[in-house]
């Protein structure tokens, strides 16, 4: 059973870090690129960040560019996502999510529950 599951949210001021954490199983890690999404209230789900299986395609949504930085754990089959220089409109319900494939441009075929950052002006 493919299984992801979220760690790390919380309530930060604006300006300040939180790390998130991606535990995977169920599946082969190195078979399958893992993106990050996201949702704040009343707003579609937006892509985040996406990292593939090789590290040699990372993608990053504009606004995160330079704050964000996606990693992969191969031993501990996670993935981070740092947040630095925090903004309240970096606001919503984080999700991991695992691509139908090895590539970033593959469709979101599974989901994590989701941790909540709050960041405060």
């Known amino acids: 059973e493919v299984q992801l599951v979220e760690s790390g949210g919380g309530l930060v001021q604006a300006g300040g870090s939180l790390r998130l954490s991606c535990a995977a199983s169920?599946?082969?890690?190195?078979?399958?690129?893992i993106a990050w999404f996201r949702q704040a209230p009343g707003k579609e789900r937006e892509g985040v960040s996406c990292?593939?299986?090789?590290?040699?395609?990372?993608y990053y949504e504009d606004s995160v560019k330079g704050r964000f930085t996606i990693s992969r754990d191969k031993p501990k089959n996670a993935v981070y996502l740092q947040m630095n220089s925090l903004k309240p409109e970096d606001t919503a319900v984080y999700y991991c999510a695992r691509a139908e494939n090895y590539y970033c441009s593959g469709r979101p075929q599974y989901w994590g529950q989701g941790t909540q950052v709050t960041v405060s002006s």
């Open positions: 169920g599946f082969t890690f190195d078979d399958y690129a």
């Open positions: 990292i593939s299986p090789s590290d040699g395609i990372i």
